[in-house]
């Protein structure tokens, strides 16, 4: 049986992480004040990764993981690679939960299959039973703690078994497939998730035929920035209770959540998207990332950044790459973000969590 061992990064001292987790990470190298955390090079079944995370908010609200082992409870069970992205917002208190009970609930999903594996329909099951085990949660507690109403998270997971990728998304994070031949000098970018944000119009008319009788089901501010009744950008997600039940939409809600038109039906969801990519000797590497990557740099530009970069390493020169891009809009380098105060970070760069998956046991350079 293949060891189990699991990998998370987190953003800073004084981690939300659950000492009663049944799951624990290695530690990570710290950089710049803990804004900064990276894991350079490690194995998995399958290949290596690299990891790597800087935070923005005061409290980071990105988590992220990577589990290479068993995938069920069973002896004998199916083996494979985990890889989770969860970016939460208002807070972190749903994306820690949901790094807590995500890949559990995935192990159980996939052991009430006995032996059958079904990749999809354990990945379909995980995401219901992190949502659901999320609201009940709320509800036994958000009297006492209210931020449980109104926190929520976006889940970017991604499973490798049996030489086959599976790719599920419920928010905006991504994951970006690098692939090319023998020889070939460019990488071909395959983008192998759906951004589920209120920017792009297919998702916000994807809301409005569900909720056509909402008058008040997007709005925009003055900076053009579409948020769902005014509050979030994504469109699908973990928890966000207060956009899903109109129990909550009462104190001890902070009033900047509260909804003048009730809660009829969940407007967001928890349900995600998926693909299924059986791996070829040309797929080299996969990118998962949050938003905060990829508000500062494009797939192609990603792809190819990590194509020529050594492995060792390689998530943080992307970490990097990203927030140079993300500083010059602002008129700054990189270097100078390290001397500004978390404040002024908000406005340039959000939370970043970034995991890259190579495929084949190969030397720690360039491939």
Not at 91 to 120: M, R, Y
Not at 245 to 256: H, M, R, V, Y
Request: aromatic share 8%; with cysteine.
């Amino acid at each position: 049986m293949a060891e189990r061992f699991v990998s998370r990064l987190f953003g800073g001292p004084g981690s939300d992480d659950n000492p009663l987790t049944s799951i624990h990470g290695h530690q990570c190298k710290k950089r710049h004040g803990h804004r900064q955390r990276e894991k350079k090079l490690a194995s998995h079944l399958y290949g290596q990764y690299s990891m790597a995370l800087v935070k923005a908010n005061a409290r980071n609200e990105d988590r992220c993981q990577l589990v290479s082992g068993p995938l069920s409870n069973l002896p004998g069970g199916p083996i494979g690679v985990f890889v989770g992205i969860y970016d939460g917002h208002a807070g972190n208190l749903c994306s820690q939960f949901v790094l807590d009970n995500h890949f559990d609930n995935l192990k159980t999903a996939f052991t009430n299959q006995h032996g059958h594996v079904n990749c999809p329909v354990a990945i379909v099951e995980a995401y219901s039973s992190t949502e659901d085990k999320f609201v009940e949660h709320a509800r036994e507690n958000w009297q006492q703690k209210p931020k449980l109403a109104s926190a929520g998270s976006c889940c970017l997971s991604a499973v490798v078994h049996n030489n086959v990728l599976y790719v599920a998304n419920a928010g905006d994070s991504r994951a970006v497939l690098a692939k090319w031949g023998v020889g070939d000098e460019d990488a071909e970018e395959e983008q192998l998730s759906i951004d589920y944000t209120t920017q792009s119009v297919h998702r916000r008319r994807e809301l409005q035929d569900v909720h056509f009788d909402d008058p008040d089901l997007i709005k925009v501010n003055n900076y053009g920035i579409y948020r769902v009744r005014g509050c979030v950008q994504v469109t699908r997600a973990i928890g966000d209770v207060y956009l899903k039940f109109n129990e909550f939409n009462q104190p001890p809600l902070k009033a900047q959540y509260r909804q003048q038109q009730s809660i009829v039906r969940p407007i967001l969801r928890a349900d995600p998207t998926g693909c299924t990519h059986p791996l070829g000797p040309r797929d080299k590497f996969v990118i998962f990332g949050s938003r905060g990557l990829w508000r500062g740099i494009t797939n192609d530009e990603a792809v190819s950044l990590v194509k020529a970069s050594p492995r060792s390493g390689a998530a943080r020169a992307l970490l990097i790459k990203a927030l140079d891009n993300r500083a010059r809009r602002h008129n700054l380098v990189y270097e100078d973000l390290k001397n500004q105060p978390l404040a002024t970070r908000q406005n340039i760069h959000d939370d970043i969590s970034i995991v890259i998956l190579f495929f084949g046991n190969l030397p720690a350079e360039n491939q």
